[in-house]
């Protein structure tokens, strides 16, 4: 029997081609969503342990900071407070008196270890220059604070304490207090202010030691209200400004402006802090830059904090809650 070529022939009907097409979309479509749902899951579970640590990380260096809030206040004088904060503005302010200059800082001003930056009179006031050292304008003769006190290598005492820490800082900006004393009509006035630079001694070491000045260097101007008639004094401070910008927490270091301060931790949306105090016992969502610091038992402070990427961006809080331990040698 002859077998004819046409009937060997076999193949799909169109039906056929058609629905198998569709089963093998259905399937694909399937396994594309499975994937799609088990990424989206992965990048949740990813976004959230990163934002967990980004801000638990965050709020870790700002509890420590509380934590050492104060330290060498005392030795400031004027009631400073270690803490100062304003939930309207979401900003924090850590402050501590400068510690102590080592062997490490001084380099070869040996006489300088163990010396803190003197407390300084404000001699005269000009826009942006606070003389430290020297008789106001063509006077010959100083005030007692002001009064230029030599040392062997011509620079002033008290000016040199501050030159020697300014250069353990690479010269770098200060941040620095303004201190007004209380009067019979008024109350203590503080004002910060960010130092530049300690003048050299001028006009020169070949004029009279009564006619030698000395000067800060400030940045930006200066607030009203301090001056050598009031007794106002400058004073050094150890600074660490904390505040949330653009859902990003930021902190500048001393005399660093806003803009050249680091970014510590992303997709912060809110810091909120809040300060329990005794004699008597209050709570306040508020501390100002003279306190009151004595009277502070606690600091606890909440991070609100999202997640980037395309998983869940739910907001979560952070809190962490302080004892400073530098308010005791305050005293109450």
Same mark, same amino acid.
């Given at each position: 029997?002859?077998? @004819? *070529?046409?009937?060997?022939?076999? #193949? ?10 569709? /089963? ?12 799609? #749902?088990?990424? @989206? ?6 976004? @959230? ?57 001084? #380099? ?8 803190? $930056? ?29 009064? *230029?006190? $030599? ?27 303004? *201190? ?42 200066? $607030?009203? =209200?301090?001056?050598?008639?009031? =007794?106002?004094?400058?004073? /050094? ?35 909120? /802090? ?16 003279? #306190? ?39 005293? @109450?």
């Amino acid at each position: 029997m002859q077998i @004819r *070529y046409k009937d060997l022939i076999q #193949g799909f009907t169109l039906i056929e081609l058609l629905v198998g097409m569709s /089963l093998l979309t259905l399937i694909m479509t399937i396994a594309f969503n499975l994937f799609q #749902g088990s990424n @989206r899951l992965v990048e949740a579970d990813t976004s @959230r342990v990163s934002a967990m640590q980004n801000a638990q990380t965050a709020l870790d260096i700002i509890a420590n900071d509380l934590r050492q809030a104060g330290e060498n206040l005392t030795t400031s004088g004027p009631s400073i407070s270690g803490a100062e904060f304003n939930n309207a503005t979401q900003s924090l302010i850590i402050r501590r008196g400068i510690a102590p200059m080592t062997a490490s800082q001084v #380099g070869n001003a040996t006489d300088m270890i163990s010396r803190r $930056p003197d407390t300084l009179s404000i001699c005269a006031v000009s826009t942006n220059r606070i003389q430290i050292i020297g008789p106001q304008g063509s006077a010959t003769t100083s005030t007692a604070n002001c009064t *230029y006190n $030599p040392r062997a290598d011509g620079d002033d005492v008290k000016a040199y304490t501050w030159r020697i820490y300014f250069a353990s800082q690479a010269n770098q900006p200060q941040a620095a207090l303004l *201190y007004r004393p209380p009067t019979s009509g008024s109350a203590a006035s503080y004002a910060p202010i960010i130092v530049r630079t300690v003048s050299s001694v001028e006009p020169s070491l070949g004029v009279a030691v009564n006619l030698r000045k000395i000067w800060l260097e400030i940045v930006g101007s200066i $607030p009203a =209200g301090y001056s050598e008639t009031n =007794g106002s004094q400058v004073i /050094l401070i150890d600074q660490r400004r904390y505040w949330v910008q653009d859902n990003q927490l930021k902190l500048a270091i001393a005399g660093q402006t806003n803009e050249q301060s680091e970014t510590v931790a992303f997709d912060v949306t809110g810091m909120q /802090l809040s300060a329990s105090l005794l004699s008597p016992s209050a709570a306040v969502s508020n501390l100002a830059i003279d #306190g009151p610091w004595k009277r502070v038992q606690s600091i606890t402070a909440v991070l609100t904090a999202g997640s980037s990427g395309l998983g869940s961006g739910r907001l979560r809080t952070f809190q962490a809650t302080v004892f400073p331990r530098n308010v005791s040698s305050e005293g @109450r």
